[in-house]
């Protein structure tokens, strides 16, 4: 047992301490969070999180919403092109699809306001990225006749935890 063994096993131990160091700051960030499972999942899918501080767990979070909301428009116009003749649905498919590219464009924006570290806006931005969901639902709700799908339902409130997330983690940058 040389000199080089004991160095190794410095280096590994070091290199567990820094792995559960990093593991545990998305843990104690995510426990700041209303959706502490949807938050842990959702980071430690990313392997950029073992290396990130708050502000980058953020920014990750930020990545999965606008990868939900485009996800979300290109369901919507997906559903536009298997949609039959009836021009009312495809007009609220069409705005619920806008809408959600709205949403990823506002997440967007908020990625520069947190290169910035203007976390105020980056918040504000985030705020209306969760809120766009609501004017697709609203606009369901104009036609009586046309009923709110569950899928659209589950994926509202799939980008509006995101959002809710990111705002928590938002909360306790700096502090």
């Keep these: 047992m040389g000199p080089f063994f004991l160095f190794f096993n410095i280096i590994v131990s070091l290199g ?6 990093d593991t545990g700051l998305i843990q104690k ?11 842990v999942s959702s ?8 290396n990130s ?18 996800a979300t428009s290109t369901f919507f116009s997906s559903q536009l ?7 009312i649905l495809k007009k609220v498919l069409k705005q619920c699809s806008d809408k959600y590219a709205h949403a990823a464009d506002a997440l967007q924006t908020s990625v520069q306001d947190f290169d910035s570290e ?12 969760a809120d766009y ?16 799908p569950k899928e659209i339902a589950r994926r509202e409130d799939g980008l ?5 997330v990111v705002l928590d983690i938002i909360d306790h940058l700096g502090l």
């Design 118 to 129: 203007l976390y105020d806006y980056a918040y504000m931005h985030v705020m209306a990225a």
């Design 16 to 21: 567990i301490t820094l792995v559960s160091g």
């Design 133 to 148: 969901p609501n004017a697709c639902h609203n606009a369901f709700r104009s036609y009586p006749r046309l009923i709110y």
């Design 160 to 164: 509006k935890h995101i959002c809710d």
């Design 53 to 70: 501080d708050t502000k980058g767990l953020a920014m990750i979070m930020v990545g999965v919403g606008m990868a939900n909301a485009t």
């Design 81 to 87: 092109l298997s949609t039959t003749n009836d021009t």
């Design 29 to 39: 960030t995510c426990k700041t969070t209303k959706y502490y499972d949807l938050c």
């Design 43 to 50: 980071l430690k899918s990313d392997p950029t999180s073992v």
